[in-house]
C-alpha cells in the first residue's frame, strides 16, 4: 500500500512540475511576442499598440541618463522626434518569470533618425523590461537602456 501511495505522490508532483514548465514557456514565448510587437510599433510610431503595451505609469532611466516618469510622456518625446528609428532590433539574453512579473534583459540596436539623438549612427545598448501582468494582460512596468561605449 505504501509503495501505492509514494508512486500516486511522485506521478501526481512530476505532473505538477510539466504543468508548471508549460506555463512557464507559454509566458515567456507571449513575452518574447509582445516584445517583437514593442519594438515594431515604436518604429512606426503606434502609439495606440504602444499604449496597450506600456502601463500608464511606465517608468523608463533611458539612455540619456534621465528618469521618466508616465507613458504619456514618453509618447510625447516621440512625437517631438527624440525618440526616432529606421530600424530597432532586440536579442532578448535572458528572462526571468515570477508570478505576476516578467523580467526581460538583453541587447538591442537602434539606428536613430534625423532629429533624434545620435542620428545616422549605429547605436548598441543594454536594456532591461520589466512586464507586470495588469487587468489580464501583460505590460511594460519599468524599463532601463544604456547606450554601450564603443572604442574610436
Known amino acids: 500500500m505504501k509503495n501505492y501511495i509514494v508512486l500516486t505522490l511522485l506521478i501526481i508532483l512530476f505532473c505538477s512540475r510539466a504543468f508548471a514548465q508549460t506555463n512557464l514557456s507559454d509566458t515567456e514565448s507571449l513575452i518574447r511576442e509582445l516584445s517583437s510587437k514593442e519594438i515594431t510599433a515604436v518604429v512606426n510610431h503606434d502609439h495606440k499598440t504602444l499604449e496597450d503595451i506600456w ?17 504619456s510622456v514618453v509618447l510625447d518625446r516621440m512625437k517631438e522626434g527624440t525618440i526616432n528609428y529606421s530600424a530597432f532590433e532586440r536579442e532578448i539574453e535572458g528572462m526571468m518569470i515570477l508570478d505576476n512579473t516578467a523580467i526581460e534583459m538583453g541587447l538591442e540596436t537602434v539606428y ?17 523590461n520589466f512586464w507586470m501582468m495588469e487587468d489580464g494582460k501583460w505590460m511594460i512596468k519599468a524599463r532601463h537602456a544604456n547606450v554601450i561605449c564603443m572604442e574610436k
Open 55 to 71: 502601463a500608464q505609469d511606465f517608468m523608463v532611466n533611458n539612455p540619456y541618463n534621465m528618469v521618466i516618469n508616465g507613458r
Open 112 to 128: 536613430p533618425k534625423e532629429g533624434a539623438p545620435m542620428a545616422g549612427q549605429k547605436v548598441l545598448r543594454r536594456y532591461t
